[in-house]
């Protein structure tokens, strides 16, 4: 755990959190400032900066951070309409916490181009 992370503080329970689900590797609780009625951060508990620090190794976790966020779009009732999910990388990628996440979006009709 990063001391200075707010997402390990998150799954340390030190800071708040709505969570949505909780296993022993991955957790997921709503966006403090959503941008679509439903949006949920998966995310790993382990502290993994972002995705350029990724390991071989740990190509199955993400594997099973899509499919639990499938299962979380089918418990938010927005599958069958669709959603989406991203994975913001680096500054000029968006990302603002440096703890590797998958955002779930959905609930309305997003924007056709991306970035
Ligand atoms: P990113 O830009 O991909 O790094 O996304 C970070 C996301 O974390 C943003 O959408 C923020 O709204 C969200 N966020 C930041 N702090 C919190 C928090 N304490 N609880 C829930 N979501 C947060
Ligand atoms: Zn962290």
Redesign the pocket.
């Known amino acids: 755990m990063s001391e200075s992370c707010?997402f390990c503080r998150?799954i340390a329970g030190e800071?708040p959190?709505d969570f949505v689900h909780r296993d022993e590797e991955i957790v997921a609780?709503?966006?403090?400032?959503p941008v679509a009625s439903t949006h949920i951060?998966l995310v790993p508990r382990d502290h993994i900066e972002s995705v350029q620090s990724l390991l071989p190794e740990q190509a199955d976790l993400v594997g099973r951070m899509v499919l639990r966020a499938r299962e979380l779009a089918e418990q938010e009732g927005i599958a069958d309409r669709g959603y989406r999910l991203v994975v913001?990388c680096g500054s000029e990628g968006?990302?603002?916490?440096p703890h590797l996440?998958m955002?779930l979006i959905g609930g309305r009709k997003l924007d056709d181009r991306i970035g």
């Open positions: 707010v998150i800071i959190g609780f709503r966006d403090i400032n951060l913001n968006g990302q603002i916490v996440h955002h």
